[in-house]
């Protein structure tokens, strides 16, 4: 089945700073790949999602582009927030059954101003 | 309008209690998910609905935990004789067939 691995936490960074999170993944064929956002005591939202190899999905000025040759997923942002510090985390979707999300451990995020 | 709802918030439950976790999905979405969290972690999948029928269960981590969505809507998910380490946020999810999931606020269970 499908596994992730997702850069450990915690990340903190400086207002303006650059951010990368790194993502790889295992699956048979091409998953779509999504990243979800949980801020502090809410629910997880979706970041943003890419169904095929070269797509690059977009939000928030987060980019994350699908790297078929590296099973790869980085999620990055040019320049972070104080209101970014959150819990990121990487998931491909599972194929062939029931559509269920991988999720991987988790990044927390923190934003210095 | 309005997204996945999940009642109660939060529940305290002594040990070997049944609970039960109630989820509202988005109305008109097939799929209905569960998921378990654990303090720290990612979600971790339990069980998947479409419509009523209930399609993977393989996540369930016992068979003290049993899902039901019978008319293909609203779901519960039960826990019989809760053991400490059933403490964890259930989050629920609905979606359209093959569309991004969109997440409830989760149901944090603690279990003394």
């Known amino acids: 089945g499908n596994s992730v691995t997702q850069m450990e936490g915690p990340v903190t960074l400086s207002e303006e700073a650059f951010l990368t999170i790194n993502c790889t993944y295992t699956?048979?064929?091409?998953?779509?790949l999504f990243w979800y956002v949980q801020y502090p005591g809410e629910g997880l939202q979706l970041l943003l999602k890419?169904?095929?190899?070269?797509d690059k999905g977009s939000n928030k000025g987060f980019e994350a582009t699908y790297r078929k040759e590296t099973t790869s997923f980085h999620l990055e942002k040019g320049s972070v927030q104080v209101s970014d510090s959150a819990v990121y985390f990487c998931?491909?979707?599972?194929?062939?059954?029931?559509?269920?999300?991988?999720f991987g451990k988790g990044t927390k995020l923190t934003v210095n101003p | 309008g309005a997204g996945v709802s999940q009642s109660p918030r939060y529940k305290v439950a002594k040990r070997g209690q049944d609970v039960a976790l109630r989820c509202d999905p988005i109305s008109g979405h097939v799929s209905l998910f569960w998921y378990q969290q654990a303090l720290g972690q990612g979600p971790e999948f339990l069980t998947y609905f479409q419509n009523e029928a209930q399609l993977d269960k393989s996540g369930l981590p016992s068979d003290r935990f049993f899902a039901e969505r019978p008319e293909g809507s609203v779901s519960t998910l039960k826990i019989q004789r809760t053991q400490q380490e059933d403490s964890a946020v259930y989050l629920c999810a609905s979606s359209l067939r093959s569309n991004e999931q969109f997440f409830g606020p989760g149901t944090r269970l603690t279990v003394l």
């Open positions: 699956a048979t064929g091409y998953p779509s």
């Open positions: 998931a491909p979707l599972a194929q062939g059954g029931s559509e269920k999300l991988v």
């Open positions: 890419a169904t095929k190899a070269d």
